[in-house]
């Protein structure tokens, strides 16, 4: 349920906000909430990998 409210908030930014047309705005408020949905389900595996770099200094900064 919370998904169809992001997809509704999204859709009414894009289509009242932006002035997109109505089919524009659905196709573009429902890739959002998936990518968003992606980015949710692998969060840990985001963390881990943020993580892993920060503990072994993968980031090339040279300190």
């Not at 992001?6 to 573009?28: E, K, Y």
């Amino acid at each position: 349920m919370p998904w169809l409210v992001i997809l509704l908030v999204l859709f009414a930014g894009l289509h009242l906000g932006l002035l997109l047309p109505t089919q524009m705005a659905i196709i573009g408020a429902g890739i959002s909430t998936v990518g968003l949905w992606l980015v949710w389900k692998l969060k840990w595996i985001i963390l881990g990998i943020i993580g892993l770099e920060e503990f072994f200094g993968g980031r090339g900064d040279g300190d």
